[in-house]
């Protein structure tokens, strides 16, 4: 054997070592990377149950009156129904006030009207329309939500009020924070409605999160507002200041608040009580505490019998 | 927006003293995912570009030089150890240096052996190595000077025997180098380790001396993140990196010396080369570098807004802006993608450059090299060795490279963990501390000053005189700082004026344990640890019986509940305690300050997201704790307030009022507007 083919053998075995590891290492990787796409690929594979209408109904004049017509809804696969029998009519110009113990399906409730869930049976509709005839880009523009977890997005004071309305002037974003108890703090911010807000809202406290949460609703003017849970982080005199300034400027939209707390609902045209997933009664306060013994209870546990009386 | 807010109900936020919106600026997110500036690689979630590791652009320490001379001093105990791993590597490094030219002897043997079969041919046997190479050079054979370059002897094959002897040796000395390697590994392990082990062990002892303060003004991810992630990549620093920059550096050294041993000249050519890869990659380099940075930068963006977009899914969706999220990410996208693939492509070809430079290398040393052979000056296996030698002369450059770059981020990461253990400390108990047992519940506030920042005055000369068995309310609006007193009663924060006094002793002159095993507090941030419901309530005093634990859970109306878990007390409670309910978590804190029996409570009586039933039973059951015992209540019962026998109005963190319900009515003052608009007309309403 000639001495220059030994010279090159020895290259030749470095290279294929050399490509052995290289082969070893992308043995490791594939299945890795295998796990990944399949895991891409799951979400990939998602149809999406909530899909607009071919033919979509549109209103146009819409008033905003919200009506719940024998809804039952369950989770896939779930065995029993979270909300069943659901009736009832919400009003423009009126509140409308949902009440229950945690867990009795309110937040669920609330969450049909924007059709973040379709219903199981019977419907939820929008001055007539069924909200699954409706686009739902037009359904969304009729309805403001200030969801129990108010969520702010990273950019301004302004920039996070902007979202339901980008054309908003300045006096029309004050006007909001005004309603919604929060030109205080606002103020006292740095730069005011350029006040940077951090990812998720971090920096500011959980009342006024919920404060900025519904000024941004406000100003989007919907027809339709629902309120979930919108004031637990609020003290008594904030709260009631708050609804104050909320009735002038809901005068002539339906009004959907989710609440805990009796001093907030009481007021209410109309109150719906959930138990369980069931209306166990409906009317104001003065009809509910004739009628209703569970809506007696909530009342009872949070004002003591002698505050009541 | 006051108060520090640390296990207060009313600030959502973490809104303490001197925490404006961005002031963690050098610290990571807490959580997942990394933002631009966050330290990006380590962390999972998120998208993350692939990238070479050397290229992810180092965090850079602000002291460099004395975070390394700390961190040297943390292996100090381990210096025999350390001085054993630099031999054993010294000497392993040697083996793989002297691999080459005992090969490059092997190769001669060879040649040696199969020239002199070649000289056989035409030579008698008997001739010697001399007299061939002379009768060579007088027929002007051109093969003379190769000849002579050898040891071949005319008619003498390969000498299989010695041959055998070089490999043997060979092998020997590789499994030797192996070896060495390996204690070299094994020991830096321990070593690193065993480092590790204190600094995450005084970390510990120092997070459990830190005052409050720390914890409110720091986010908890940051803290984390400090104990976790920046003490792994010390250890792995110190694994790795320091026994490979040893070996890195005594390779080239070695190999530099073997390559000027066997020839200077090629040596020369090939240290030649090095400048000139050197710059080309430093030229590539630093544009790929400048991509890479904003392929980070723009991966951090895009994931934030992926994280923002997904947790608020529910309002980008209502106020109609799928659309708009959509094409924010797209363009977002489109940005990670444009910077990736020229950061990509561009160092995609560095590597491609450097074989090509290496190559010439190549080429240039076998030319030389074979020349040199032919001429009888230089010997097969040398130009062989040479060659290896040249090969593995630029791995452990790179090598080198990356661990320097690595060695930065290490200094960041050691900086921060050193920064934490440099935290002051709360003031240390007192020496001879006094001991408060079965105190009566005598609690004096006399003249009590505190600012949790030196510019802002929010307590002054506050003082009250709550005698045993009496309560105590602070009320206020939400926000009001309601929890400061509770911090300072406790010692999480200490006053800067005045005394608080606990049956006429200065809680200054009791160790804090002591303090605190006095106050039994119920917030509404329960906490609860993971372990049975038993080990739970029992968590106030260790030492209970059953009986008492049953007790103690049937005062706090508790025992039903728990009676019908699957378990009973033993149920396992996870972590966050996401199988029970707020309210039951708040019962089973009663529970435990029924069974501490402490003669002093902190209660805080909000109770937002508690359904009304288990409602009922927390006030029962708080009522009844606070039946003989003095009580500092964060009030929110008209109830509670109005039988309180003094109460504190706080807003804004500060004082504003204080007396008894009846005189504080009378001074129709911030108190009188509060109680009107929270109760009075709830009450008239509700009627």
């Given at each position: 054997?000639?001495?220059?083919?030994?010279?090159?053998?020895?290259?030749?075995?470095?290279?294929?070592?050399?490509?052995?590891?290289?082969?070893?290492?992308?043995?490791?990787?594939?299945?890795?990377?295998?796990?990944?796409?399949?895991?891409?690929?799951?979400?990939?594979?998602?149809?999406?149950?909530?899909?607009?209408?071919?033919?979509?109904?549109?209103?146009?004049?819409?008033?905003?009156?919200?009506?719940?017509r024998?809804?039952?809804?369950?989770?896939?696969?779930?065995?029993?129904?979270?909300?069943?029998?659901?009736?009832?009519?919400?009003?423009?110009?009126?509140?409308?006030?949902?009440?229950?113990s945690?867990?009795s399906?309110?937040?669920?409730?609330?969450n049909?009207?924007?059709?973040?869930?379709?219903?199981?049976?019977g419907?939820?509709?929008?001055?007539?329309?069924?909200v699954?005839?409706?686009?739902?880009?037009?359904?969304?523009?009729?309805?403001?939500?200030?969801?129990?977890k108010a969520?702010?997005?990273?950019?301004?004071?302004?920039?996070?009020?902007?979202?339901?309305?980008?054309?908003?002037?300045?006096?029309?974003?004050?006007?909001?924070?005004e309603?919604?108890?929060?030109?205080?703090?606002?103020?006292?911010?740095?730069?005011?409605?350029?006040?940077?807000?951090?990812?998720g809202?971090?920096?500011?406290?959980?009342?006024?999160?919920?404060?900025?949460?519904i000024?941004?609703?406000?100003?989007?003017?919907?027809?339709?507002?629902?309120?979930?849970?919108?004031?637990?982080?609020?003290?008594f005199?904030t709260?009631?200041?708050?609804?104050?300034?909320?009735?002038?400027?809901?005068?002539?939209?339906?009004?959907?608040?989710?609440?805990q707390?009796?001093?907030?609902?009481?007021?209410?045209?109309?109150?719906?009580?959930?138990?369980?997933?069931?209306?166990?009664?409906?009317?104001?306060?003065?009809?509910?505490?004739?009628?209703?013994?569970?809506?007696?209870?909530?009342?009872?546990?949070?004002?003591?019998r002698?505050e009541?009386? | 927006?006051?108060?520090?807010?640390?296990?207060?109900?009313?600030?959502?936020?973490?809104?303490?003293?001197?925490?404006?919106?961005?002031?963690?600026?050098?610290?990571?997110?807490?959580?997942?995912?990394?933002?631009?500036?966050?330290?990006?690689?380590?962390?999972?979630?998120?998208?993350?570009?692939?990238?070479?590791?050397?290229?992810?652009?180092?965090?850079?320490?602000?002291?460099?030089?004395?975070?390394?001379?700390?961190?040297?001093?943390?292996?100090?105990?381990?210096?025999?150890?350390?001085?054993?791993?630099?031999?054993?590597?010294?000497?392993?490094?040697?083996?793989?240096v002297?691999?080459?030219?005992?090969?490059?002897?092997?190769?001669?043997?060879?040649?040696?052996?199969?020239?002199?079969k070649?000289?056989?041919?035409?030579?008698?046997?008997?001739?010697?190595h001399?007299?061939?190479?002379?009768?060579?050079?007088?027929?002007?054979?051109?093969?003379?000077?190769?000849?002579?370059?050898?040891?071949?002897?005319?008619?003498?094959?390969?000498?299989f025997?010695?041959?055998?002897?070089?490999?043997?040796?060979?092998?020997?000395?590789?499994?030797?180098?192996?070896?060495?390697?390996?204690?070299?590994?094994?020991?830096?392990?321990?070593?690193?380790?065993?480092?590790?082990?204190?600094?995450?062990?005084?970390?510990?002892?120092?997070?459990?001396?830190?005052?409050?303060?720390?914890?409110?003004?720091?986010?908890?991810?940051?803290?984390?993140?400090?104990?976790?992630?920046?003490?792994?990549n010390?250890?792995?620093?110190?694994?790795?990196?320091?026994?490979?920059?040893?070996?890195?550096?005594?390779?080239?050294?070695?190999?530099?010396?073997?390559?000027?041993w066997?020839?200077?000249?090629?040596?020369?050519?090939?240290?030649?080369?090095?400048?000139?890869?050197?710059g080309?990659?430093?030229?590539?380099?630093?544009?790929?570098?400048?991509?890479?940075?904003?392929?980070?930068?723009r991966?951090?963006?895009?994931?934030?807004?992926?994280?923002?977009?997904?947790?608020?899914?529910?309002?980008?969706?209502?106020?109609g802006?799928?659309?708009?999220?959509?094409?924010?990410?797209?363009?977002?996208?489109?940005?990670?993608?444009?910077?990736?693939?020229?950061?990509?492509?561009?160092?995609g070809?560095?590597?491609?450059?450097?074989?090509?430079?290496?190559?010439?290398?190549?080429?240039?040393?076998?030319?030389?090299?074979?020349?040199?052979?032919a001429?009888?000056?230089?010997?097969?296996?040398?130009?062989?060795?040479?060659?290896?030698?040249?090969?593995?002369?630029?791995?452990?450059?790179?090598?080198?490279?990356?661990?320097?770059?690595?060695?930065?981020?290490?200094?960041?990461?050691?900086?921060?963990?050193?920064?934490?253990?440099?935290?002051?400390?709360e003031?240390?108990?007192?020496?001879?501390?006094?001991?408060?047992?079965?105190?009566?519940?005598?609690?004096?506030?006399?003249?009590?000053?505190?600012?949790?920042?030196?510019?802002?005055?929010?307590?002054?000369?506050?003082?009250?005189?709550?005698?045993?068995g009496?309560?105590?309310?602070?009320?206020?609006?939400?926000?009001?700082g309601?929890?400061?007193?509770?911090?300072?009663?406790?010692?999480?924060?200490?006053?800067?004026?005045?005394?608080?006094?606990?049956?006429?002793?200065?809680?200054?002159?009791?160790?804090?344990?002591?303090?605190?095993?006095?106050?039994g507090?119920?917030?509404q941030?329960?906490?609860?640890?993971?372990?049975?419901?038993?080990?739970?309530?029992?968590?106030?005093?260790?030492?209970?019986?059953?009986?008492?634990?049953?007790?103690?859970?049937?005062?706090?109306?508790?025992?039903?509940?728990?009676?019908?878990?699957?378990?009973?007390?033993?149920?396992?409670?996870?972590?966050?305690?996401?199988?029970?309910?707020?309210?039951?978590?708040?019962?089973?804190?009663?529970?435990?300050?029924?069974?501490?029996?402490?003669?002093?409570?902190?209660?805080?009586e909000?109770?937002?997201?508690?359904?009304?039933?288990?409602?009922?039973?927390?006030?029962?059951?708080?009522?009844?704790?606070?039946?003989?015992?003095?009580?500092?209540?964060?009030?929110?019962?008209?109830?509670t307030?109005?039988?309180?026998?003094?109460?504190?109005?706080?807003?804004?963190?500060?004082i504003?009022?204080?007396?008894?319900?009846?005189?504080?009515?009378?001074?129709?003052?911030?108190?009188?507007?509060?109680?009107?608009?929270?109760f009075?007309?709830?009450?008239?309403?509700?009627?």
């Amino acid at each position: 054997m000639p001495i220059g083919n030994l010279a090159a053998f020895l290259q030749y075995v470095m290279l294929i070592l050399f490509s052995v590891m290289m082969a070893a290492l992308i043995f490791i990787m594939v299945p890795r990377a295998a796990a990944a796409a399949e895991r891409i690929q799951q979400v990939l594979d998602t149809e999406a149950t909530l899909c607009d209408p071919d033919e979509p109904a549109e209103i146009s004049d819409p008033h905003g009156v919200v009506e719940f017509r024998d809804v039952e809804f369950r989770y896939p696969g779930a065995q029993d129904a979270v909300l069943c029998n659901i009736s009832f009519t919400a009003r423009p110009g009126q509140t409308t006030a949902v009440v229950g113990s945690t867990g009795s399906g309110k937040t669920t409730l609330v969450n049909l009207i924007p059709r973040f869930y379709d219903v199981t049976s019977g419907s939820v509709s929008i001055d007539g329309v069924d909200v699954r005839q409706m686009r739902q880009e037009d359904l969304w523009q009729l309805i403001g939500v200030v969801p129990q977890k108010a969520f702010l997005f990273s950019g301004t004071v302004a920039s996070n009020l902007r979202y339901g309305d980008e054309s908003a002037t300045d006096e029309a974003l004050w006007h909001a924070l005004e309603t919604a108890q929060a030109t205080d703090f606002v103020t006292e911010m740095t730069d005011g409605l350029g006040g940077e807000i951090d990812q998720g809202g971090t920096n500011v406290s959980g009342g006024q999160r919920q404060r900025l949460a519904i000024a941004r609703a406000i100003v989007k003017k919907p027809k339709v507002y629902v309120f979930d849970d919108s004031f637990s982080a609020l003290d008594f005199k904030t709260d009631q200041q708050l609804r104050a300034a909320l009735r002038k400027e809901t005068h002539d939209a339906t009004v959907i608040i989710v609440a805990q707390r009796v001093g907030t609902i009481m007021h209410a045209d109309q109150i719906v009580v959930l138990d369980s997933g069931e209306i166990v009664g409906k009317g104001t306060h003065e009809q509910l505490m004739e009628t209703c013994e569970t809506y007696r209870e909530i009342v009872y546990s949070q004002l003591s019998r002698e505050e009541v009386a | 927006m006051s108060g520090p807010g640390s296990s207060g109900h009313d600030s959502g936020g973490r809104s303490g003293p001197g925490m404006g919106p961005g002031s963690g600026a050098s610290a990571p997110r807490p959580g997942g995912f990394s933002g631009p500036g966050g330290r990006r690689g380590r962390m999972g979630g998120g998208f993350g570009p692939p990238g070479h590791g050397m290229m992810i652009p180092a965090e850079k320490p602000r002291h460099f030089r004395r975070t390394l001379r700390r961190l040297l001093g943390e292996l100090g105990p381990e210096r025999p150890k350390i001085v054993l791993v630099m031999a054993v590597a010294l000497i392993s490094t040697a083996g793989t240096v002297f691999g080459p030219k005992i090969l490059g002897t092997g190769i001669n043997k060879l040649m040696d052996g199969l020239i002199g079969k070649e000289l056989g041919r035409f030579l008698p046997a008997g001739t010697t190595h001399q007299q061939a190479v002379t009768l060579l050079q007088q027929s002007h054979n051109p093969l003379a000077d190769l000849v002579a370059g050898t040891n071949a002897v005319p008619g003498v094959g390969v000498d299989f025997g010695a041959l055998g002897m070089v490999l043997l040796g060979l092998t020997a000395l590789y499994l030797t180098a192996t070896f060495f390697t390996w204690v070299a590994w094994y020991t830096m392990a321990g070593v690193s380790q065993r480092t590790v082990y204190r600094l995450r062990r005084d970390v510990d002892l120092k997070l459990a001396r830190l005052p409050l303060k720390y914890f409110d003004t720091h986010p908890r991810g940051d803290t984390l993140s400090r104990v976790t992630n920046d003490i792994d990549n010390i250890a792995n620093t110190l694994q790795q990196s320091l026994t490979q920059m040893i070996t890195s550096v005594a390779t080239i050294i070695g190999v530099l010396a073997m390559m000027f041993w066997i020839s200077p000249m090629l040596a020369a050519i090939s240290l030649l080369v090095l400048p000139i890869a050197a710059g080309l990659t430093v030229l590539i380099a630093r544009r790929s570098q400048k991509q890479f940075g904003a392929q980070w930068e723009r991966t951090g963006v895009l994931n934030g807004q992926v994280e923002e977009s997904h947790t608020g899914h529910m309002i980008v969706k209502s106020f109609g802006h799928q659309e708009d999220a959509i094409r924010r990410f797209d363009e977002e996208n489109e940005r990670v993608y444009d910077a990736s693939f020229r950061a990509q492509f561009i160092s995609g070809i560095i590597q491609p450059t450097m074989n090509f430079v290496s190559n010439l290398n190549y080429v240039a040393i076998g030319v030389l090299g074979g020349i040199q052979v032919a001429s009888g000056t230089m010997s097969l296996g040398d130009v062989q060795a040479f060659i290896q030698y040249s090969r593995s002369f630029t791995m452990p450059i790179t090598q080198t490279a990356s661990i320097a770059n690595l060695l930065q981020s290490t200094m960041a990461s050691a900086e921060r963990v050193f920064e934490l253990l440099d935290e002051a400390e709360e003031i240390p108990d007192v020496d001879q501390p006094e001991v408060l047992v079965n105190a009566q519940g005598h609690v004096g506030l006399e003249g009590v000053g505190f600012r949790y920042a030196p510019e802002t005055p929010l307590i002054d000369d506050l003082n009250a005189d709550i005698r045993s068995g009496e309560v105590l309310a602070i009320v206020g609006p939400t926000g009001a700082g309601k929890t400061t007193v509770v911090n300072l009663l406790m010692r999480f924060y200490e006053i800067d004026a005045g005394a608080i006094k606990v049956d006429g002793i200065d809680t200054r002159h009791l160790t804090r344990d002591n303090l605190r095993r006095t106050f039994g507090m119920v917030l509404q941030d329960t906490w609860l640890f993971g372990g049975t419901i038993r080990e739970n309530i029992a968590y106030g005093r260790e030492d209970a019986t059953e009986e008492e634990i049953v007790a103690a859970a049937k005062a706090a109306h508790v025992d039903h509940f728990v009676r019908t878990m699957p378990e009973g007390y033993d149920t396992v409670i996870d972590d966050d305690a996401s199988n029970l309910s707020q309210g039951e978590k708040q019962l089973l804190t009663i529970a435990r300050a029924f069974l501490a029996n402490p003669q002093i409570l902190i209660l805080d009586e909000a109770t937002s997201s508690v359904d009304t039933r288990t409602e009922v039973l927390v006030q029962q059951a708080m009522a009844r704790l606070m039946k003989g015992r003095t009580a500092f209540v964060i009030a929110h019962r008209l109830s509670t307030i109005r039988h309180a026998d003094e109460i504190l109005v706080m807003d804004h963190g500060k004082i504003v009022e204080q007396g008894s319900h009846d005189e504080l009515i009378a001074r129709h003052g911030f108190y009188y507007d509060l109680y009107n608009s929270q109760f009075e007309e709830a009450i008239a309403e509700a009627v």
